[in-house]
């Protein structure tokens, strides 16, 4: 993940393939385009082996969407540069990883759980939204140039994975920030061996929507 997260940061030290993301990408760009495609291939396959699909199917509509946009780009040697930038949003699934971590192992509330949510809200905006925005907005102004079916399948991948991550940081700023304050406990209810209570006062299982969003 380290070498992933140092090659994507690469894109600083070659400027045109921001300033021309159809064509200008050097060859390394396409080596991360692929690696990534392997990873998402690799994760969708885990997740269909080790849960259900009522579980799953949100992160597997995700990596086929991905997948999709990703391997249009290797096969064409094309839009390698609007790949690339469109991994930056992978950045913030390291916070999104320790927020996780910090959930199962039960360290909510605490501080260093607090921490891990301001991170993951933080790195969420910096490394998705505004990421997904630049994006959007070239297809947009751009749209001429690409061909109506990429337009209708990168328009599907930012859309889809748009609304996943905004859902996702409201999901967090709710249950992490809004309703971390202590309250009294709701009658009637019971804690189970199977559910805990996190910060916002609800019971939460292992497949809490929260935990789930990768990218």
Known sequence: MRDLESQRLRLLLYPPMG????HGHPPWALVLVAISVGFFLADGADMLWNQSLGQ???????????VSCLGTAILSSHYVGFSVVSLLL????????????????????????????????????????VPLGWLSLWLIRHHHQVPL?????????????????????????????LRSQPH?????????RNTRTCCDGEPVLRDDPTLSLKD
């Open 19 to 22: 300033a021309d993301p159809i």
């Open 56 to 66: 799953a199917w949100e992160l597997l509509c995700h990596h086929l969407v991905v």
């Open 90 to 129: 992978e950045l913030n699934s390291a916070c999104l990883s320790l927020r996780k971590l910090l959930l199962l192992s039960r360290q909510a509330p605490s501080l260093a759980f607090s921490v891990a949510s301001w991170s993951t809200l933080a790195t969420l905006a910096l490394f998705r939204l």
């Open 149 to 177: 079916a990429l337009v209708v399948l990168g328009g599907t991948g930012l859309v889809t994975v748009g609304t996943m991550s905004i859902m996702q940081g409201v999901r967090i700023l709710v249950n992490d920030v």
């Open 184 to 192: 009294s406990p709701i009658p009637g209810h019971k804690e189970t």
